[in-house]
């Protein structure tokens, strides 16, 4: 290439916390991701999620037997359907994580990214 045809430019990428990959699900079928056995460390879950217009995200929490827990029934979940890099999930009702304890958690997801989940404390 002859020298005086090489432009230059400085650019700005941006990525949002924990957003170099997501879990994607589109809009015409509802996905499931169930998680393998993983210690609570936190009194809360908290996720990064995007949702699309008229996306939505659910969880569930189960044992390790695949028993729901009291409480964190799908059905009981305050339904995520916004953006953000921590939301803390809720439940109707008292459900309160097992701490210290292995749990499997199910996200069903519809025209949604999720970016990361984990445990969070009080402060969150």
């Known amino acids: 290439k002859d020298l005086n045809s090489v432009s230059h430019g400085i650019g ?3 990525l949002r916390a924990d957003g170099f990959v997501s879990l994607h699900a589109g809009s ?4 499931l991701l169930v998680t393998r056995s ?5 009194a809360h879950l908290v ?3 995007a949702c699309g ?3 939505y ?3 569930e929490v189960s044992d390790e ?6 409480g964190m029934l799908r059905d009981d979940v305050v339904r995520f359907d916004g953006d953000s890099i921590s939301h803390r999930v809720a439940w109707r009702g008292d459900a309160a994580l097992p701490e210290n304890r292995s749990v499997k958690v199910r ?6 990214d999720l970016y990361s989940f984990r445990f969070g404390g009080e402060s969150e």
């Open 12 to 14: 700005l990428a941006k």
């Open 107 to 112: 996200f069903w997801m519809r025209d949604a």
């Open 65 to 70: 037997q695949n028993y729901v827990i009291r």
């Open 57 to 59: 995200l659910d969880v």
């Open 28 to 31: 015409v079928r509802e996905g």
């Open 38 to 42: 993983v210690r609570v460390t936190g």
């Open 53 to 55: 217009p008229g996306g």
């Open 47 to 49: 996720i990064n999620a």
